[in-house]
């Protein structure tokens, strides 16, 4: 007897080629859209010109936005404060990947 | 159920004031945020001081909590005293924005857990939440779409190489008909493509909260994570391992068989290379448009002299060689 077969979910990567519009990251990441326009604002996320409806964001902003959003829910941190956190952040997985490269 | 002190997990007196819990939770909360510490059971520890926190920052939880009594232990079996709650109204306010249920202790979910966790918000809630079902009834064919969901899945480095197929299970905070939290659990099968990449995420369309009317179901992301592998190790999409290299190896050159996560490789040490010498293979980090590039770093291993042959033979290069290793230091 044959066992049943077990289908799989595809999924897909959200790499550099992947783009959001603010409406999509806003959705996909639970953040408003006063939050979103705030934090590219303060340079957080972007840079973006032009009208926030055109904006279209990379892969690596859905993982910054979710970050902001959770630093804002625990710590009610302001917008510069987000892009400042954010820098720092980058900055310490660099050391952290440079002292894995010893 | 285990009993938690939720003034001992955040270092405080039983008579701290709000102000006080509000510094203990923040400076720790730092310390242990799962975005800037990646140590192993920082997520947890951050978990427990969420969970304190929620209850002692809210005036009503924690006065129903401090009615429990002080002579509780953290970790000691735990049984509520009889009608505990009783006469004790919660409003069921105090939304975290996004932290879920499944995030606290057996001993809060039968606490403060379910309906008092006023956890309601469409970021735990996920499907339509109850002021979207409110707006949908009073308005002929309104169709709402899902919530997109998130979540967090560790993998292997050889899923990374290779692609991966894993049943996945996830707890889903969902609202009742009644606006209640409860939670399901599911399990998702899901085929992971090879080249995912420490913090990226994997979107599974329509696998989040299901949409009302005709609104199409949210989607699911997974973020990713590459659990740390005992000899390689990930930054990004490129790779290092230490390969050990006998001295004469380094200093005479030598090929050698290295085993990588897509298969062993030859390489090639070129002669009179020092401890520490970094040596790329191009495009054999984790693949991916490009891929990333493998680091093997030359750890040179001594032999041991423990025998008087092997002493013999150390006393025969020091004799050959005019070698100072700390020259540098006199100039």
């Known amino acids: 007897m044959n066992e049943p077969s077990t289908s799989w979910i595809e999924g897909y990567i959200v790499d550099d080629d992947s783009e959001f519009t603010l409406t999509g990251l806003c959705r996909a990441t639970g953040a408003s859209e006063e939050q979103v326009v705030l934090w590219v604002s303060e340079g957080a996320l972007g840079p973006h010109e032009g009208a926030p409806s055109a904006w279209r964001f990379k892969g690596l902003s859905l993982c910054h936005t979710r970050i902001a959003l959770r630093l804002v829910n625990e710590f009610e941190i302001n917008a510069p404060g987000i892009a400042l956190a954010l820098d720092l952040l980058e900055e310490i997985d660099l050391l952290r990947a440079r002292v894995g490269r010893l | ?331």
């Not at chain 2, 270092?11 to 990646?38: V, W």
């Not at chain 2, 996830?170 to 409860?182: I, N, R």
């Not at chain 2, 401890?275 to 030359?298: E, S, T």
């Open chain 2, 1 to 331: 159920m285990k009993y938690r002190d939720y003034y001992e997990i955040l270092g405080l007196p039983r008579d701290a004031t709000q102000d006080a819990i509000k510094r203990a939770y923040r400076k720790l909360a730092r310390k242990y945020h799962p975005d800037l510490n990646k140590n192993n059971g920082a997520e947890d520890h951050f978990k427990e001081l969420g969970e304190a926190y929620k209850v002692l920052k809210d005036t009503e939880k924690r006065t129903a909590y401090d009615r429990m009594g002080s002579s509780w232990r953290d970790g000691q079996d735990f049984q509520p005293p009889p009608q505990w709650d009783e006469n004790f109204e919660f409003t069921g306010k105090g939304n975290d924005g996004g932290r879920t249920t499944t995030d606290f202790s057996e001993f809060f979910e039968a606490m403060f857990g379910r309906d008092r966790a006023g956890d309601h918000s469409r970021q735990a809630g996920g499907n339509a939440t109850a002021s979207d079902l409110e707006g949908a009834y009073s308005g002929a064919q309104c169709s709402i779409p899902g919530q997109d969901h998130h979540a967090r899945i560790t993998i292997d480095l050889d899923d990374a190489y290779h692609g991966a197929q894993r049943a996945i299970s996830l707890d889903t905070p969902m609202l009742d008909a009644q606006g209640h939290v409860a939670v399901q659990s599911r399990t998702l099968n899901v085929s992971i493509p090879k080249g995912m990449r420490s913090g990226q995420h994997l979107r599974l369309p329509a696998q989040g909260g299901a949409g009302f009317g005709e609104g199409r179901a949210g989607d699911l992301y997974l973020e990713i994570t590459i659990r740390d592998h005992p000899r390689f190790r990930v930054d990004g999409r490129n790779v290092t391992l230490d390969v050990p290299v006998a001295p004469w190896e380094a200093a005479l050159g030598a090929s050698i068989q290295v085993p990588l996560p897509d298969g062993a490789v030859e390489m090639t040490i070129p002669p009179d290379s020092g401890g520490g010498r970094r040596l790329r293979l191009r495009g054999r980090g984790i693949p991916g448009n490009p891929p990333g590039d493998l680091y093997a770093v030359l750890k040179i291993a001594l032999p041991p002299a423990d025998s008087e042959r092997s002493k013999a033979t150390w006393n025969t290069m020091r004799q050959a060689f005019d070698f100072d290793p700390r020259a540098d230091f006199y100039r």
